[in-house]
């Protein structure tokens, strides 16, 4: 499983930003590298209050994650 991990900021508060994540199951990380940015921007046209600061994409690592 791939994850596309980004930093989204409120427009109005540059300083509040939230980590999120987008998730992949049939994706290699080239191609996830490939189409972020269009996927950023379809996640960017409905959450209209915020901007992506920076964004990555890595393995999905079952351990690292919140319960």
């Given amino acids: 499983m791939i994850e596309l991990l980004f930093l989204a900021c409120l427009n109005a508060s ?3 930003c939230e980590e999120r994540s987008l998730l992949f199951t049939d994706i290699t ?4 590298l490939m189409g972020a940015q269009p996927e950023l921007a ?5 959450h209209a ?3 992506v600061a920076k964004w990555s994409c890595r393995p999905l690592r079952p351990d ?3 319960a």
């Fill in 29 to 32: 990380p080239m191609t996830c």
């Fill in 14 to 16: 540059p300083g509040i």
């Fill in 42 to 46: 379809r996640w960017s046209e409905s």
């Fill in 49 to 51: 209050r915020w901007h």
């Fill in 64 to 66: 690292r994650r919140d």
